[in-house]
């Protein structure tokens, strides 16, 4: 139940805040990092 609140909570807040204050480039760049996060989680 705490990670759904935690997620909805992301989606919610912190999510649109991110997307209002950083350039597609950086946005960009901070998926692939998450990306290669839970790529090396997943191994």
Same mark, same amino acid.
């Given at each position: 139940? +705490? %990670?759904?609140?935690? %997620?909805?909570? +992301? +989606?919610?807040?912190?999510?649109?805040?991110?997307?209002?204050?950083?350039?597609?480039?950086?946005?960009?760049?901070?998926?692939?990092?998450?990306?290669?996060?839970?790529?090396?989680?997943?191994?």
């Amino acid at each position: 139940m +705490e %990670v759904k609140s935690h %997620v909805a909570s +992301e +989606e919610k807040d912190m999510f649109p805040a991110l997307r209002a204050k950083l350039s597609s480039e950086q946005l960009a760049k901070m998926m692939q990092a998450v990306n290669r996060e839970m790529n090396m989680c997943k191994a």
